[in-house]
């Protein structure tokens, strides 16, 4: 009998893909969003004729495909003709038109870009562009800071679809009429998953990032539901990861209950994880609430020594306690009111 069967050797791994575990992977396999790829396609279909497509609001909460099923659809634009372009923006990292505008000049190929302004960046993208047609999915576009690109993108291209991204349903009401008026989207709700779909995505992922029957079907099972409890594929996929490390780390050739349930304890800092997509400025307020927990918005505001004004800040709080990074408790005191802020989430999972 071999005391040591079970025992992980040093040169061996649990993961054999680790990266179909990251958030910004692309599964080869989109399933159980063949509706929404369809409602999108058929969107962006008079581009084919070379006619102007339609544009599109695509909504629905964290975490549930949004992003992955339009990149799918781009990839299948790309594999099916040359006449149009694809361009895909995400507007946490490009949040001014500037930025926009150099992003698509990224995606195009176009590399002079030097001492341009924005006008005269986009005269020149806009005339290149506008030899063919193109697609252009702006992703988390309520991150922008000022959306003169929407118009810019609607007046001066010919042919084109504009795909416009957010958790923000109401998003469309902040837009100007002029905007909106030349916008005239399609919305797509893209709705969670129920807990049979999370499971068969999470068990994909995971035949795809793991040696073959590492994981146990018990420990699937704990972390789909956990993921399905959130409706966010992203908690089911760092519950993978982190399970995995831990059976790593205790030399398990298995991952089994006892890692699932070790990573669920962890899932704290997914929330922390997840918000690698902040802005360096939100990291920041982040940190300092993290450092002073408990502590009001105006004391809060006063440890950043006026990098920023108290309206802005606080907007900036209210974005951090819709992605349940923090909450905020809003008190009476005296004929004034006070708000304290706290690290974490508290609300129940079921209010997710
Ligand atoms: N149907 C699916 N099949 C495989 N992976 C999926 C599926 N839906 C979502 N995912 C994965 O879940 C994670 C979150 O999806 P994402 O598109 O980023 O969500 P959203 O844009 O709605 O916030 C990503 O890693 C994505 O690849
Ligand atoms: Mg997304």
Redo the contacts with the bound molecule.
Sequence with gaps: MGLFDGVLKDSESLFKEELALD?????K?????ENEQFQIASSIKPLFQKRNGCNVFIT?K????????TKHVLTEIEQETNDILPIYVNCWQKDTSFKIILSICDSIGYKFTQNKNTDELWGDVSKILNKRSSVIVLDEIDKVQDYHILYSLLEDLYRKSILL?T?DKEFLSSLDKRILSRLIPETIE?KPYNDKETYE?LK??AEVALVKNVLTEESLRLISEKSFEMRD??VG?FLVREAGNIAEQRLKKKIEKEEAEKAIEKLADFKIKNSSSLTEEQDKILNLIKENNGKTTTEIHKLLENDISYRTFFRKLKELEEGNLISMKEENIGPGKKTTVNFGSTKKLDEF
Excluded: C, S
């Design positions: 958030f910004e992977y692309q599964p396999l989109l399933k159980f969003r629905g964290p975490g549930i495909g949004k992003t992955v099923a991204i958790n893209f995505i994909n992922r594929i992203r996929l």
